[in-house]
């Protein structure tokens, strides 16, 4: 009936209400044990975190002076070494000034800028000698990037800006003193040997259609073509003996009398204040053509010359000329152009190299309008076509060595360490001696040979193996390239401090979950080796634990290599310590805790 249908409908809302009723409940006894769950996690967790910071004080405070006793020793060892080199360079009368004295080095740029010269070769040893400094700087560079120090960065990137400015000063002050006096270059002296003394009187001077100038020094070649009547169509490109080069002469410019003036750079002589995405593989060429100057007249006995300031004298002849229209510079003719890189650049291969020209407007690299590009390995001569005269070099990308994926850094010896490290392209082995770093090549490349066991400073080592094209030094800015986290520096800082100072207890190697973890995480394969074995006849994966380092602390954490799984937890009955030796204490041998504690080497340490 009606009546029993609407019992029966009230009855099933009852039922559906006391359910929810019920439910409601049920979820706010689970909300409220959550709660209380979470109220003591956190409570728990500040309980830890407040033991740990406690700790960790704890730990700093007491382990401090042994710090500080430890920096006090290694600074009066460098300061010690300075003072030596300090003596040396006032027995061997060295004239050249300090790079670590402000005042010496403000003297010498001072006195470079006054300087009026005007012979080439006197230039040119002046330049070198510049370059020389410029490389002593690089010593003060190397200790700046070690320490992280950025003003010391900067003052020494100051300095080389300052002085390699003053080089091309210098350069073009001579050039134009050679366009000054032209008409010098353009008459040769018979050679008048065997001939009496009135044919030698009569000798006539000849005079020449072109000439070349040609001047090298270790870091910078200079050659300068005098064209003044040679002109017309040259089939062959203009040679430039001693630079390994050659270009050809533009034929809009073909008919005009001109002063055509390559230059090598052996460094990055364009880019190396700002932040691209290559190194300079073999220094920098450029090529620059100048309007022939006006030649002197001659009065009687007199000549008299057209005295003109630098810019006024050296008036470049760009190319592609300025006045040409949009299709006119669409068909303009490649100049075609080849030089031979220096014998120590080391080039595997062709694939990530490239050839490009400095565009100073926008500060990159581009290789627009150049084309037909060919890098034969072996005899290292590059060849290309080019429709652009400007600073041309070989670029590698920053990147090519980077990252690295597996080092593996121990002891052999109470003052001897050795590092294995893979890049991309090769693998890489390093000794480390107290205060120096040396190269080891064992994959025999003939273009490293000159750096093979060669003791230098760490940061000089690298610059150099840069130069040779093995680039390890690393920004923060390429990890973005290779597409990686930068892990956090305070973390890294006590890192290297830990394994420093460890070095002679324990093997390091790497692991490949570091990669995986947070930025603010390093962490790292640890074993005892007490024996300095440079290799383990028992290599097994439990042979191995991983320390984390944090940016205030470091620990165990349960991570294997042949884990599935990311496990950044602390293993039980472990804790977190200020530093790795509190972190192995009770952990080690007994001799690996004894051996700990001391410290036979603080250069090698450093």
């Known amino acids: 009936t009606k009546k029993q249908l609407q019992e029966e409908y009230e009855k099933q809302q009852e039922e559906l209400r006391i359910q929810e009723e019920l439910e409601k409940k049920r979820r706010e006894e689970e909300e409220a044990k959550r709660l209380e769950e979470e109220r003591i996690r956190k409570e728990e967790e500040e309980k830890r975190r407040i033991e740990e910071e406690q700790r960790l004080k704890e730990e700093q405070t007491s382990v401090q002076p042994w710090l500080e006793s430890l920096a006090r020793k290694l600074l009066s060892i460098k300061e010690q070494k300075q003072k030596q080199e300090e003596w040396q360079k006032f027995l061997d009368c060295d004239p050249l000034p300090d790079p670590s004295v402000e005042s010496q080095m403000t003297s010498y740029i001072t006195l470079m800028s006054e300087n009026k010269m005007c012979l080439i070769q006197e230039v040119m040893d002046k330049i070198q000698e510049s370059e020389t400094i410029v490389k002593r700087i690089d010593y003060s560079l190397a200790d700046a990037m070690e320490e992280s120090n950025e003003p010391k960065k900067n003052w020494c990137f100051s300095y080389v800006s300052t002085l390699r400015a003053l080089i091309k000063k210098k350069l073009d002050e001579a050039t134009a003193y050679i366009l000054e006096h032209v008409d010098d270059h353009l008459v040769k002296v018979p050679e008048t040997k065997g001939l009496g003394a009135s044919k030698q009187m009569q000798a006539e001077p000849i005079h020449l259609k072109d000439n070349y100038i040609n001047v090298q020094r270790d870091d910078l070649k200079v050659g300068i073509w005098i064209n003044h009547e040679n002109t017309g169509y040259k089939p062959k490109p203009i040679e430039f003996e001693g630079l390994s080069m050659n270009a050809d002469i533009p034929k809009q410019y073909a008919d005009d009398s001109c002063v055509m003036r390559a230059v090598w750079y052996s460094y990055d002589s364009v880019s190396y204040l700002a932040e691209t995405p290559f190194v300079v593989l073999g220094g920098v060429y450029e090529i620059s053509i100048f309007r022939f100057p006006e030649l002197p007249k001659s009065v009687k006995e007199w000549k008299l010359r057209s005295v003109k300031d630098v810019d006024n004298m050296l008036v470049t002849k760009p190319y592609p000329p300025p006045d040409l229209s949009e299709v006119a510079l669409a068909s303009i003719g490649a100049l075609r152009m080849s030089y031979q890189v220096q014998s120590h650049v080391y080039i595997p291969s062709d694939e990530d190299l490239q050839l490009c020209w400095w565009d100073q407007a926008s500060s990159i690299w581009t290789d627009t309008d150049i084309s037909d590009v060919s890098i034969d390995r072996e005899s290292k001569v590059v060849s290309f076509k080019t429709k652009k ?24 010896s109470d003052t001897e360490v050795l590092i294995d490290l893979t890049g991309p392209r090769l693998s890489y082995k390093f000794r480390i001696t107290p205060g120096c770093l040396e190269f080891i090549n064992h994959n025999n490349i003939p273009e490293l040979s000159h750096l093979d066991s060669v003791p230098q400073q760490p940061g000089v080592l690298l610059f150099s193996l840069s130069k040779c094209g093995v680039h390890l030094l690393p920004e923060n800015r390429d990890c973005t390239a290779s597409n990686i986290k930068a892990k956090d520096q305070d973390s890294e800082e006590l890192a290297i401090l830990d394994i420093s100072m460890n070095i002679r207890t324990f093997a390091f190697r790497s692991t490949r979950w570091n990669k995986m973890v947070p930025p603010h995480m390093v962490c790292v394969r640890v074993r005892e080796n007490l024996e300095y074995d440079e290799f383990f006849a028992e290599d097994e994966e439990q042979d191995w634990r991983t320390v984390s380092w944090y940016p205030n602390k470091s620990s165990f954490v349960n991570l294997k290599e042949s884990s599935d799984e990311l496990d950044l937890s602390i293993p039980e009955g ?13 952990n080690c041998s007994t001799e690996a805790e004894e051996r700990m504690n001391e410290m036979k080497s603080f250069e090698l340490s450093d």
Do not use: C, G, Q, W
Not at 389 to 412: G, K, N, Q, T
Not at 574 to 586: A, G, P, S, W, Y
């Open 389 to 412: 005269l400007a600073p041309m070099a070989l670029l590698l990308p920053r990147i090519s060595d980077y990252p690295y994926s597996y080092f593996f850094i121990r002891s052999v």
């Open 574 to 586: 472990h804790e977190t310590h200020f530093l790795m030796n509190l972190v192995m204490k009770d």
